[in-house]
T-cell receptor, first 110, second 115 residues
Framework: SQQGEEDPQALSIQEGENATMNCSYK?????LQWYRQNSGRGLVHLIL?????REKHSGRLRVTLDTSKKSSSLLITASRAADTASYFC??????????FGKGNQVVVIP | DAGVIQSPRHEVTEMGQEVTLRCKPI?????LFWYRQTMMRGLELLIY????????DSGMPEDRFSAKMPNASFSTLKIQPSEPRDSAVYFC?????????????FGSGTQLSVL
């Protein structure tokens, strides 16, 4: 899972399988966001979940948030080769700054 | 919209040289952020601006780094003198006003190599 101090995690799956990655954080948040980064590119916002929400969906993405455990998970269903990327969680502590995790590298094998 | 535009995409320079990275945020965005990405430390926030005013520069590594935003459509990050440990990808990001949930729009980054 991601948090500030952990090494990036790597996940290799077959096309069509689901990919799940986790993120943990330390203190109360306003919201938690997930971003994707393709190799050599900037980060792209995927989905945001507020602190009073428990689950959110966007297309093939499903995000959950457990504020009691200070953790979130991102599920990508029916993965495609184009989903190969690094995925970052970012926490908004309400101070106009986003704190990013170190990322999860996902490789989807066609 | 063209998105956040950064230049140059790649910069190779020698130790001791001055480096200037440039960023054009998305029109109408009132916050601008400079991040640095390395394998060791991940994404680090260096500095951010609100309405062209620097708000928090606590992430700037040392006095060799400086950033300016002379107007709403342009920002620079300067390193003088550069050192090999400054080698990284530098990202600029902007976000919209009036957004309680602040989402960032990133540029494609500048890959800096200091030899």
């Amino acid at each position: 899972s991601q948090q500030g101090e952990e090494d990036p995690q790597a996940l290799s799956i077959q096309e069509g399988e689901n990919a799940t990655m986790n993120c943990s954080y330390k203190t109360s948040i306003n919201n938690l966001q997930w971003y994707r980064q393709n190799s050599g590119r900037g980060l792209v916002h995927l989905i945001l979940i507020r602190s009073n929400e428990r689950e959110k969906h966007s297309g093939r993405l499903r995000v959950t948030l457990d504020t009691s455990k200070k953790s979130s998970s991102l599920l990508i269903t029916a993965s495609r080769a184009a989903d190969t990327a690094s995925y970052f969680c970012a926490t908004d502590y309400g101070n106009n700054r986003l704190a990013f995790g170190k990322g999860n590298q996902v490789v989807v094998i066609p | 919209d063209a998105g956040v535009i950064q230049s140059p995409r790649h910069e190779v320079t020698e130790m001791g040289q001055e480096v200037t990275l440039r960023c054009k945020p998305i029109s109408g965005h009132d916050y601008l952020f400079w991040y640095r990405q390395t394998m060791m430390r991940g994404l680090e926030l260096l500095i951010y601006f609100n309405n062209n005013v620097p708000i928090d520069d606590s992430g700037m590594p040392e006095d060799r780094f400086s950033a300016k935003m002379p107007n709403a459509s342009f920002s620079t990050l300067k390193i003088q003198p550069s050192e090999p440990r400054d080698s990284a990808v530098y990202f600029c990001a902007s976000s919209k006003p009036g957004q309680g949930d602040r989402k960032l729009f990133f540029g494609s980054g500048t890959q800096l190599s200091v030899l």
